[in-house]
């Protein structure tokens, strides 16, 4: 219990720089949707409520695509890069400011969109990744971390997604490394759950999903959010250049 106690804590501590309240931000958010949900419709409503720049999205389907060309995601989230794909394969990226996408990660087992965007508080790469699950072929999913393990960020960049790893997974540490920080570390939460959602006889028990910064950003701030019909909570990272 001791040896637990000691582990956890480090997690536990807000590691946040004094920032000025009129620094410059961006904020992205990421959702699994789960590729058979039933509300996706709900959803659209819920991720058109965010104020955020970014919003980028796992397990992005066909007939999700067609059910959100129908909400106002569109109108507000003028700029996307879309990889729509059956089952838990696809996955897309919309921004409120222009972005250029970059080259793909194409090792990993589900699409993976690589971006820079071009926000206010300056151009920032952003990553939007899936791994596979290890419950289903666990070899090709540590195959995907160790893939992604290797990918040098240029400058600042978030890799956001659902990575199918907790941070008690030696794999996910070895991905992060040096290179990169996870969010809610940073800001004390590294104890909090994203999955499984809706499942009355079995709380969220891990973090799944993760949004990891290199050094040139300060982590300002990490929530999440209810995504309707997914399994998955959402997540939201507010980031600013590093002082």
């Known amino acids: 219990a001791g040896a637990g106690v000691a582990m956890a804590r480090p997690l536990t ?24 949900n039933r509300r996706i419709d709900d959803a659209a409503v819920a991720l058109s409520a965010l104020d955020v720049d970014v919003l980028t999205f796992s397990e992005y389907t066909p007939a999700h695509a067609a059910n959100l060309a129908s909400s106002p995601l569109l109108a507000a989230w003028t700029h996307r890069i879309e ?8 996955t897309a990226l919309f921004s409120r400011h222009p972005l250029d996408e970059r080259a793909t990660i194409a090792d990993t087992r589900h699409h993976t969109v690589v971006a820079d965007v071009h926000a ?25 971390l160790a893939y992604l393990a290797r990918v040098e960020p240029e400058g600042p960049a978030v890799m956001i997604g ?8 030696p794999e996910l540490r070895r991905l992060m490394g040096r290179r990169w920080r996870d969010a809610h570390h940073v800001v004390g939460r590294g104890l909090s ?15 799944l ?3 990891l910064v290199t050094a040139e950003l300060d982590v300002v701030a990490v929530a999440d959010f209810y995504v309707p019909g997914s399994d998955h909570r959402g997540v939201i990272v507010t980031v600013g250049p590093a002082r």
């Open 13 to 36: 501590r807000d590691r946040r720089r004094p920032r000025r309240p009129d620094a410059p931000v961006t904020t992205i958010a990421h959702a699994n949707l789960l590729y058979d």
């Open 193 to 207: 759950a994203s999955w499984p959602i809706g499942h009355w006889l079995l709380p969220p028990f891990v973090r």
């Open 209 to 211: 999903d993760h949004a």
């Open 120 to 144: 206010p508080a300056g151009t920032l790469r952003v990553a939007v990744i899936h791994t596979q699950s290890p419950m289903v072929r666990h070899a090709r999913w540590a195959a995907d």
């Open 83 to 90: 990889r729509p794909a059956e089952l838990a394969s696809g």
């Open 162 to 169: 659902d990575f199918n790893a907790g941070w008690w997974h």
